[in-house]
T-cell receptor, first 115, second 111 residues
Framework: EAGVAQSPRYKIIEKRQSVAFWCNPI?????LYWYQQILGQGPKLLIQ????????DSQLPKDRFSAERLKGVDSTLKIQPAKLEDSAVYLC?????????????FGPGTRLTVL | DAKTTQPNSMESNEEEPVHLPCNHS???????IHWYRQLPSQGPEYVIH???SNVNNRMASLAIAEDRKSSTLILHRATLRDAAVYYC????????????FGTGTRLTVIP
């Protein structure tokens, strides 16, 4: 079974530039999550999708971050414009469903460095 | 929001059992207890989860207190490959997960 795919693996940009990350979840997984993990901290949930609808985006900085999941499969996360404090690893995860007994499968992450 | 508390770090000798504690005093009746671990430069990896009863799988065992306000992840024989950050999180079965990872416990395995 193929895992969660993410690209790119690494990205370096200057502040005020834009960047986009892509995620392909495990086939058949209805729930998709984007997390931000700053060095030394645990992952922080940014947004959760159920199919192509948003379940929770309460911690997404909506003035600069946006995410979409067209057709309920792949997802993109965009930052525009980036700030220095956005330097982090961005993790995508998926699960079969959103109920509490579903395990999440994580991708390898995209390491973003903002200069 | 139901959150968890874990020690920042623990050490274990190789091939000895490890007990990683987690407190979740505000857990609700519909919250599942999940454990994940994160090896260096990798995404988190699922370890085990449970609701009320103790659980065993090929990776670990999960012991849940009778009042569900705490749990313990048990690695029966620690190996060097078990060195990682271990996270205890709660997942609401109603779907409003509000997932919170915290900073986890960094496990060091001594050869």
């Amino acid at each position: 079974e193929a895992g969660v795919a993410q690209s790119p693996r690494y990205k370096i940009i200057e502040k005020r530039q834009s960047v986009a990350f892509w995620c392909n979840p495990i086939s058949g997984h209805a729930t998709l999550y984007w997390y931000q993990q700053i060095l030394g901290q645990g992952p922080k949930l940014l947004i959760q999708f159920q199919n192509n609808g948003v379940v929770d985006d309460s911690q997404l900085p909506k003035d600069r971050f946006s995410a979409e999941r067209l057709k309920g499969v792949d997802s993109t996360l965009k930052i525009q414009p980036a700030k220095l404090e956005d330097s982090a690893v961005y993790l995508c995860a998926s699960s079969f469903g959103a109920r509490g007994n579903n395990e999440q499968f994580f991708g390898p992450g995209t390491r973003l460095t903002v200069l | 929001d139901a959150k968890t508390t874990q020690p920042n770090s623990m050490e274990s000798n190789e091939e000895e059992p490890v007990h990683l504690p987690c407190n979740h005093s505000t857990i609700s009746g519909t919250d599942y207890i999940h454990w994940y671990r994160q090896l260096p430069s990798q995404g988190p990896e699922y370890v085990i989860h449970g609701l009320t009863s103790n659980v065993n799988n090929r990776m670990a065992s999960l012991a849940i207190a009778e009042d569900r306000k705490s749990s313990t992840l048990i690695l029966h024989r620690a190996t060097l490959r078990d060195a990682a950050v271990y996270y205890c999180i709660l997942r609401d079965n109603a779907g409003a997960n509000n997932l919170f990872f915290g900073t986890g416990t960094r496990l060091t395995v001594i050869p």
